[in-house]
Each structure stands twice: as C-alpha cells, then as structure tokens.
C-alpha cells in the first residue's frame, strides 16, 4: 500500500507521455498513405473529385497524424462544391497546425466561395501578419477575395438570365 501513490504518480506520467507523442505531426506521411495522397492529386487533375476525395479519406484512416492530408481533402472538397466541409477539414488542420499558412489560406478562400467575405478577411489579416503581404498563400487569398463569390445561380448571370416574353 505504501507504494501506490509513487505507482499512480508513475502511471500518470507515462499515460502523459504516450498521448504527448501520438498526438505529434508527422514530417511525412506513411509510404501506402503517400501513395494513396498521389493518386488522389491525379484523380482530381483528372476532374474526378469523388475519386480524389476516396483516395484522401483512405490515405487519412491510414496515416491519421499526417495533417497535409486534411489539406489535400479540403481542396478536393471545394472542387466538388463542399465548401462547408472543406472549412471543416481546414480547421481540423489549423487546430493541428496553428500556423498553417495553406490551412489559413484555403479556409479563407473557402469562406469567400460561400459568400463570407468579413470573414476571409479576418484569415487574410491573419495570413498578412503572419507571414507577409507577398506570401503566396496571402496573396492567393487577395485575388480570391477581390473575385467574390462565385455567380450561384443562373439568374445571377446577366447572360444566363431569361429574355421577356
């Protein structure tokens, strides 16, 4: 009896331990996961989204600590339209990776798509303090803001809209 404190004590350190490393980032992602993260990029070069996004989702139950995956799945959801997912899986990934400047862009440019512009400025401002006005990712974030949502419906387009009877 005189040693369970110390046991306990010990315990709780090496349960500390062991979460403190399974929860780290990954420089790379696992060969099968790489392999599947490359056939997703061709997929969605190719145009299939859905494939893409199969290969991702396959590549992140593989290689769950590789935060670049839920990157690559965020894209290929705003290909496919999705762009509330893909907010999701940016912000899985900046919770993660705080300072993820792909993550930061890709969410802006995502909140831009669905028409929240006051809040993709917010991830601009945070992209510019962070890593400067001439960042790729800052500046893919610009031009995506200063294009505006998409045209939504037909009817937005003076070209698309019906003539009068």
């Given at each position: 009896?005189?040693?369970?404190?110390?046991?306990?004590?010990?315990?709780?350190?090496?349960?500390?331990?062991?979460?403190?490393?399974?929860?780290?980032?990954?420089?790379?992602?696992?060969?099968?996961?790489?392999?599947?993260?490359?056939?997703?990029?061709?997929?969605?070069?190719?145009?299939?989204?859905?494939?893409?996004?199969d290969a991702y989702e396959a590549a992140l139950a593989?290689?769950?600590?590789?935060?670049?995956?839920?990157?690559?799945?965020?894209?290929?959801?705003?290909?496919?339209?999705?762009?509330?997912?893909?907010?999701?899986?940016?912000?899985?990934?900046?919770?993660?990776?705080?300072?993820?400047?792909?993550?930061?862009?890709?969410?802006?440019?995502?909140?831009?798509?669905?028409?929240?512009?006051?809040?993709?400025?917010?991830?601009?401002?945070?992209?510019?303090?962070?890593?400067?006005?001439?960042?790729?990712?800052?500046?893919?974030?610009?031009?995506?803001?200063?294009?505006?949502?998409?045209?939504?419906?037909?009817?937005?387009?003076?070209?698309?809209?019906?003539?009068?009877?």
């Open positions: 009896m005189r040693f369970a404190p110390a046991a306990a004590a010990l315990s709780l350190a090496l349960v500390t331990t062991a979460s403190v490393g399974i929860a780290q980032d990954q420089d790379q992602a696992k060969p099968r996961a790489a392999a599947l993260i490359m056939q997703g990029k061709a997929l969605l070069n190719a145009g299939d989204t859905q494939g893409a996004i593989i290689d769950p600590g590789y935060t670049p995956i839920l990157i690559e799945l965020a894209q290929a959801a705003r290909a496919d339209g999705l762009q509330g997912k893909a907010i999701r899986y940016y912000r899985e990934a900046l919770t993660r990776d705080p300072g993820n400047f792909a993550a930061i862009s890709g969410e802006g440019a995502a909140l831009v798509e669905k028409g929240a512009i006051e809040k993709a400025r917010r991830n601009l401002a945070r992209l510019e303090s962070l890593c400067g006005s001439n960042c790729p990712e800052t500046l893919a974030l610009q031009t995506s803001i200063a294009a505006g949502p998409p045209a939504r419906f037909a009817a937005d387009t003076a070209e698309d809209a019906p003539s009068s009877n």
